[in-house]
Structure formats: structure tokens, C-alpha cells
């Protein structure tokens, strides 16, 4: 009983609800007083201003790494499933969403370790990548054809960015042929390899373009603050001077080539890697370096840098108070830059989160997909990003960083959807690039408690207004709509996902309440 009594106690700190205990003199009345308080524990208010404007919201995004290789080789019906799942803006016959409508798609242009074999030293072949080059300049485009295909059905699926990204440079330029480091405290590229680089990348993207696949951006470095010297992937270190050196080579071969694709920099491993020295003097502090006239490093002003700058949120995400104090800092430092956004551009979950939950096992579940939904929201709320990409889209692995998760056969096999796919897709089907967040507030406060977070967006052309919330209490909560600011004209349309539901179309608005059910996402739209 003490432990139940503590248990409620907690709910009401977290939605704002007093709880006074009193003596009575009869057993009716306390019954009826707790049964008053039991009606509104879990009651708050919301608050939302569409005048109060913050960023631009530019795409949700996943990438095609590394199943995208061999799945596009499957039975045309399953990767077409798999294909919908994760592009499709199409309702079923019920008005249930047929997919998540991913708005950018990342694709791999690979290193070429793949066509190494075990030759490459990765030693899981499903992380060797195939390259549309070969040392002497050769494109073609069977070499990562199902990989087209899949860029093909994003495309086909109303995808309309595509981003190209390289975790190496391709094996023939690399200090040691392989397409990972030797040396923690060296690149695996030479400076007199530069402009080979950058004419690899260039060329690629006209191969892609000539087929059919317009390339909005490319990123040429990944995770530059790690040594990549274990074999697990492709990667290699890179230091920030470095780094302005390639994207320099880089913009000058795009200007050549008539390309307007944008660079996208620098695919930070953590986000502290933008904003400070942190660990990695020389390969950090990114948002100073690459984007402030008084550096060495400064590309900001070059035609085709885009004025992203990109991190990867591992490693930042519990516990929630510091996931959010790092990003305020994150917030900060962009200030600093004139007109720069941040980009969230790679994440799934890994490590094991100061006990929250751990990376490693696969989960189908509602537990990953709230942990993942909170970082969606910290990351869009707090530190104001414009962008939001999950890592592997389709994975074959025992860990939580799978939308799609398949059996790891080459050919053909099996595949499932996860409750982290519906999840991001409470945000990336309705909340489309252009639409813009809008401030809100639970019980007159900004900041929010992590079993309720709540954010809003606004379509500045039809005026909709698309709210999310995410309820990671074992209770139902209520929003109380009396002074929201909604007004009395709208209908909302409400989408859940919990336990057993994917984005299943619900009316949860019960007379002047938002009702959230426990351990769930959802997402409101309103219409005049």
C-alpha cells in the first residue's frame, strides 16, 4: 500500500496535480475525495501559440545501409512491401496509413570493400559495401543496382530528396587499399588525394543523376571524431582541416560538373562534437570552425555548402535531463552562426543508456519505440533540429536499430515491422518539409516532464496543425482543450500507436480532453 500511494504521489509531480492529504471524520467522504483526485491526477492543460514560430522543418529521413544491397534483389512483391512501409503516403481502406512516408532517403555510396570479398577485413560481408566506380573512373550502375532500386521506389513513392553519404573513400585512394584505418591517429586519405576524391564523388553523383536520380546532397565524411580501425565497417578518422580541404575539392568538382547537389557537413559521432573541444581536439567544435569567417576551417561561404551542419545524436540521449541540457547548448551554439540549422542526421539506439535501455537485442515493442520517440522530441523541441534520420531502415541484426527488421538472407527471406517504425512515422507522415514548429506548453510550462512530451507544427500554406504526444506513463493522461487556443472550428483527427496499434485512425478527443493512452505516440491533426 505505501508503494502504491508513492507510485501516485510521482504521477501527479509529473502532471502537475497537487495531492493533499486530509483527515476526515467519515470513510465516505475520503472515498469521495480520492475518487475526485483519481478524475484529475492525470488531467493537464495545453497550451498551443501557431504565432510563436520556431524552425522550418525540412525532412524525415533513414538509410539504405547495408541491407539496402541485397533486399532490392528480393521478390518484387516483398521489397515492394518493404518499400511501402517505409515511403508510402497512401491510407488503406480503413484510413490507416500503408507507411511511414519518409520524406529524404540516404543512400550508401559505398567504398567498394564489397567487391573486395574477405580481402576487404570487414569481416561481415552485410557491411562491405559495393561502389558504382572503379579505380579507373568506370561508372556503372549495376554495381549497386539494388540499391537503385530502392532509390527508385522512394522516388516513385513521392521521396523527393535523396542524399548520398560515404563512410570511406573509395579503396583505391586510401593510405592502405582497405576501407577502414590502419592508424587511429591519421586519416586514411592523403591530402594529394583530394581532388581524386572529390572528382569520385562527383562523377557518381552524374551516373546517379543520368539515372533517373537527382541527387540533393551529398555527405563525403562520417563520424570523422572515431579511429575506425577495428573492421567493423567502413570509416576512417578525419580532422577538421582535413575535412575543409575535401569539401573545398569537392565544391569546385560539383561547380565543374554543372551540379547543383549541396555538401552536407559533418555527420558529427556526438553532438557535443559541434559545439566543443570535448574529447577530440582538432575534430570537434564544428560549428565554429566550418562556419565562423574568423577560422582556418571556414567553408560557409562556399557555393555548394549547405547551411546544415549534421550530428548523430548517440550517446546524448539519457539520462533525460542531460539529453535535454545538451541539446539547449547545441541551441546556443547555432545562435551563434547566422541562419545555420542543425541537422539530426543519424541515430538508432546503442549502449546502454545509463540503464534505461539497452542497444543490443531486438525489440519489437513499445519500450524501444518511447525511448526513440523521446529523442525525436528533444531533438526537434530542444535543440530546434530541421531534420531527423534514423540509421538502417532495414535491419538484419539483434539490435534496436532496425525500422524493418529481416532475416539476414541474401536472396530472399523475412521481414517485420517494428513499433519503432510507427513511431517515427507519428512524426514523418503527417509533419511535412516546410511545416513549421510551433510553440507549446503543458500546464503553462515549456519545459516538460519525460512521461509527457508534447510538440506541434503548423502547414504555413493550409494553416493544419499537426500535434504530437508521447505518453510514456503506464496511466492515461488527459490534455485539457478549454484553453488550448485550438478554437471551437477544428476537427481532430487522431492517429495511436501503442502496443496494438500502428498509426490506427482514433477519435481521441473526449469531450474537452486529449485523451493519450498509456504507452503510446500519437498524433493529432486539425482541421478547420
Known sequence: MKTEIIKNIKTAVFFGTAWILLSSTSCSDNENRDQKNDEQKNISSIQIDPETIYQEIDHFGASDAWSGQFVGNWPEAKK??????????????????KGIGLSLWRFNLGAGSAEQGAESGIGDSWRRAPSFMDAEGDFKVERQAAQVWFARAAQERSVNHLLTFLNSPPVWLTRNGKAYASNANESNLAAENYEAFAEYMAASIRGMEQ??????????????QWDWIDGGQEGTPFWNNEIAGIVKALDRKLEEKGLDTKIDVAEAGQIEYLYEEHNRPGRSNQIYDFFNEASDNYIGALKHVSQNISGHSYFTTSPFQQAVSKRMQLSQALGSASNLKFWMSEYCILGDNDGEIQG???????????YMARVIHNDLAVAQASAWHWWIAISPYDYKDGLVYISKTEADGTYESSKMLWALGNYSRFIRPGFQRIDVKIDGESTQNQNLLCSAYKDPNSGEIVIVAINSSVNDVKLDLKNSQLGATMDLTGYLTDQENDLKPMDLVNGEHIVIPARSVITLITTK
Not at 517505409?86 to 496509413?97: A, I, R, T, V
Open 80 to 97: 515492394a512491401a518493404i518499400a511501402d512501409l517505409l515511403f508510402s503516403q497512401e491510407l488503406d481502406s480503413q484510413g490507416k496509413p
Open 211 to 224: 539515372e533517373g536520380l537527382k541527387v540533393d546532397y551529398i555527405s563525403p565524411v562520417n563520424e570523422p
Open 360 to 370: 543490443n537485442g531486438k525489440d519489437l515493442g513499445m519500450s524501444p519505440a518511447l
